[in-house]
Every structure is written in C-alpha cells, then in structure tokens.
C-alpha cells in the first residue's frame, strides 16, 4: 500500500528533470552525478548590504572556489529574508566536510556577525535539467528552489531511491529548469535543490496543484524555499 500511494505521484511530484546524457567519450557535467553532497551555508546580510554590493563581494570569492577541491558547483545566493550564503554540490561528505572545518571558511564566517545556519544533504542523484545551457545563469538571473517534505513514518530508503530515478522521465520535459539534485536531509526529509532560469518558470511548476498533491500524498505541505542565484560557480 505505501509502495503504490508513494509512486503515484512520490517523488515524480518533488523531483524534476533530466536533460541531455553524455556521449561516448563525452564527460558528464559537473552539476551531474550519484553518490554526492551539498552543504547550504545561510547567514544574515550586514544591516547595510546594498544587493550590488553582496553580488561583488560574491564575485571576488569566485577565483577561491574554482580552485576549491571537491567542489562542483556553488550557487551564491541572496535571499527576501535578508539573508545571503552558498549552496555547494560537492563530490563526497568528507569534501564538504573538509571545507567547513577549513581556515578559509573558519575566516569567511568570523567577518560576519549574526545567525549562521548550515544544512547537509545527501545528493543520490543530481540532474540537468532542458535549461541546462540557459544564458540565465551567465546573466545572475537564476533561481533556486530547495524542497523538503516529510514522508510517512517508516517509509523505506530504497523506496525513496527508487522514486528519484523513477521520475526522471517525468520531469525532463519541465520547461525552464537548469538543475536539480535530488535530496535527502535530516530525518529523511526528501526533496531536490533546484535551479531554474526565472521565477515564472520556477513558480509554474511549485504552483497551487503541486502543494495539493503534495499534501494529498504525504498527508503534509512541502516546504519550498526561494533564493536568488546571481552568482554561480561551475567547476
């Protein structure tokens, strides 16, 4: 019974695309994988923090993380909360790991006054999405979306696992999405980082009938939080 209310519309409603696989010979884009990790770093702005001012600021860090080992991606980001950090798709936990424990993060993180909130996330799989090439991320126009639902207590792992791959087909035809990387978090809260190329592609597919289904299904609503990405890194 949970196997079949959870492929109904499970992760195929939290989960999102596939874009163009390799060719042979072809290596696979760094934002796409199985088996890796991302960290999302949020602290307060300054009390005074015009936006262009942060966007330079994440512009003068880029040259750091280019050369950041274990890194794939990093998406800077802003936030309506009055918030700004990075969102990191690393090759493996000890690499994320490795970076927060560093001097250099221990140093970005003493300039700063306030609240800092770090989250770790299993990444099984992570995706382009048919807006892979979008000239949005080139241009700081991005988006990102970071989902988390609750399943039912007791709902397997591998059920989960098998979702994710299950609805790519589903979700390669999603207008506007760059990326996504399915998640897991803590307590098993499932979900995906998404990045797309606009808000109107983004608030298109996280409308009023995804939360109803979401809710229908899991007996809960998805949280999905918004963040501007006008910087990215790619590695």
Do not use: C
Request: cysteine-free; aromatic content about 12%; hydrophobic content about 45%.
């Amino acid at each position: 019974m949970l196997r079949k209310l959870l492929a109904s519309i499970p992760i195929a409603a939290v989960a999102i695309t596939l874009a163009t696989a390799p060719t042979a010979g072809q290596a696979a884009p760094l934002s796409t994988g199985r088996g890796l990790y991302a960290v999302v770093v949020d602290r307060d702005l300054p009390t005074f923090a015009p936006r262009f001012l942060v966007i330079n600021k994440f512009k003068s860090l880029v040259s750091d993380y280019r050369l950041m080992p274990g890194l794939r991606t990093k998406y800077f980001f802003i936030t309506d909360q009055k918030t700004r950090g990075g969102i990191y798709l690393w090759n493996d936990r000890v690499a994320a790991e490795t970076y927060l424990q560093s001097d250099y993060f221990k140093k970005l993180t003493a300039q700063s006054k306030g609240r800092l909130d770090i989250e770790r996330y299993e990444i099984p799989m992570a995706i382009n999405g048919p807006a892979a090439a979008s000239p949005a991320v080139a241009q700081g126009k991005a988006v990102v979306r970071i989902v988390r639902i609750t399943p039912p207590a007791g709902t397997p792992r591998d059920l989960i696992l098998t979702g994710f791959d299950q609805a790519i087909p589903t979700y390669q035809k999603i207008p506007g999405l760059i990326h996504k990387w399915f998640s897991i978090g803590d307590g098993g809260r499932f979900g995906g980082i998404y990045l797309f190329e606009s808000d109107l592609a983004a608030n298109a597919w996280f409308n009023v009938a995804w939360h109803e289904r979401v809710r229908k299904t899991y007996g809960v609503d998805g949280d999905v939080r918004r963040f501007d990405a006008p910087v990215i890194v790619e590695n």
